[in-house]
């Protein structure tokens, strides 16, 4: 593995998206889930990827992957940010023949996320394995959390030991530039091992990016 990809979530201005594209940011994430601190719409989404566009151009740094982040999303709301996005990322009960299908449909490809808990949380991946390009094991959410993700909660991840899938994954949930290298040291050896992701652990209030915070996340992940 060349050094793990570097995914922030909960991008919602063209000055964080920039700066951590300029940092090495490999993934941006743009939450269209209403009830996030870090909801975005795909208008929103659009004038920040342009900036984004505009400014990978003028300076040379490379486009990072963009994520539309959706939770049991219908038809409509999938289909206004599609064209956006190369990656979908779902949070909601999506089934497998689901993320196939609008993979497919849409022309992105799919991350599914995977809320762990304990060892036997792992394997629902399995069920992933043909329908998704990319599996997110995440930390299942707090009870009374109003949301799947970006929770700030951690699971063990030595957990992962017991996944055996070829699908490649990203280590998502409660990281930060503090315990993130104690991560990526956790998993680099795994052949499937793709990345991590962060969205409070680089943020100064839910929802507002720390530009530092960013780079010395990516810095720290990357080694
Ligand atoms: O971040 C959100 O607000 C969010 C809302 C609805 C569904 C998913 C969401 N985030 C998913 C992510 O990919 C987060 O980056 C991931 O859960 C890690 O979050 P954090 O623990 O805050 O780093």
């Not at 962060?198 to 720290?220: C, H, N, Y």
Request: hydrophobic content about 40%.
């Amino acid at each position: 593995m060349s050094g793990p990809l570097v995914k922030i979530c909960g991008v919602k201005d063209a000055a964080t998206a920039i700066d951590a594209a300029r940092a090495g940011a490999d993934f941006l994430g743009f939450v269209f889930f209403r009830k996030s601190p870090r909801f975005v719409t795909p208008e929103a989404a659009e004038e920040i990827i342009l900036d984004l566009k505009q400014a990978a151009f003028d300076e040379g740094f490379a486009m990072p992957r963009l994520v539309g982040l959706f939770v049991d999303a219908g038809e409509k709301e999938l289909s206004e940010a599609a064209p956006l996005l190369t990656h979908f990322q779902f949070h909601g009960h999506e089934s497998p023949e689901r993320c196939s299908e609008l993979g497919l449909e849409f022309g992105v490809e799919v991350i599914k996320a995977i809320p762990v808990t304990g060892k036997g949380d792992v394997s629902d991946a399995s069920d992933y394995e043909e329908a998704a390009d990319i599996i997110l094991f995440d930390a299942k959410p707090p009870p009374g959390a109003g949301q799947p993700g970006g929770n700030g909660v951690s699971f063990d991840w030595t957990l992962l030991s017991a996944y055996e899938g070829e699908t490649p994954y990203i280590v998502a949930g409660g990281l930060t530039p503090e315990n993130v290298g104690e991560a990526v040291k956790g998993q680099k050896s795994r052949e499937a091992f793709l990345g991590v992701d962060v969205s409070s652990g680089v943020e100064s209030a839910p929802g507002k990016k720390d530009d530092a915070l960013v780079k010395a996340f990516i810095s720290a992940s990357k080694g």
